[in-house]
């Protein structure tokens, strides 16, 4: 059964840290782009950040540029997103997805509609 799954979401103060973690199964990720989004309440969901498969080429938001950083562990089959200096503003349900597709700016967008696997989301919360 092919699934993503993510995980360290949580409740956090502004200026925090979290890293959150999508693992794969059922199929191997590092042959695809792996994308996080996140969407907020009552927000159209937004594209955070993008990984390609082989080259490992990175893409942000600029919301979100220098500080979340996305990795990816192939031999765990995992992508991660280190999010430093978290502010409210990035309180949001945060999804992982998949695609062959290789342009990550593209990818981002509100206008690509190709993603073949998605997650089901881990809450972060920045609060004081």
């Known amino acids: 059964q092919v699934q993503l799954v993510e995980s360290g979401g949580g409740l956090v103060q502004p200026g925090d840290s979290l890293r959150l973690s999508c693992a794969a199964s059922?199929?191997?990720?590092?042959?695809?782009?792996i994308a996080w989004f996140r969407q907020a309440p009552g927000k159209e969901r937004e594209g955070v950040s993008c990984?390609?498969?082989?080259?490992?080429?990175?893409d942000y938001a600029d919301s979100v540029k220098g500080r979340f950083t996305i990795s990816r562990d192939n031999a765990k089959n995992t992508v991660y997103l280190q999010m430093n200096s978290l502010k409210p503003e990035d309180t949001a349900v945060y999804y992982c997805?998949?695609?062959?597709?290789?342009?990550?700016?593209?990818?981002?967008?509100?206008?690509?509609?190709?993603?073949?696997?998605w997650g089901k989301g881990t809450l972060v919360t920045v609060s004081s």
């Open positions: 990984i390609t498969n082989s080259e490992g080429m990175t």
């Open positions: 059922g199929f191997t990720s590092h042959y695809y782009t």
């Open positions: 997805a998949a695609t062959f597709f290789t342009q990550c700016n593209y990818v981002l967008t509100a206008e690509y509609d190709g993603m073949d696997y």
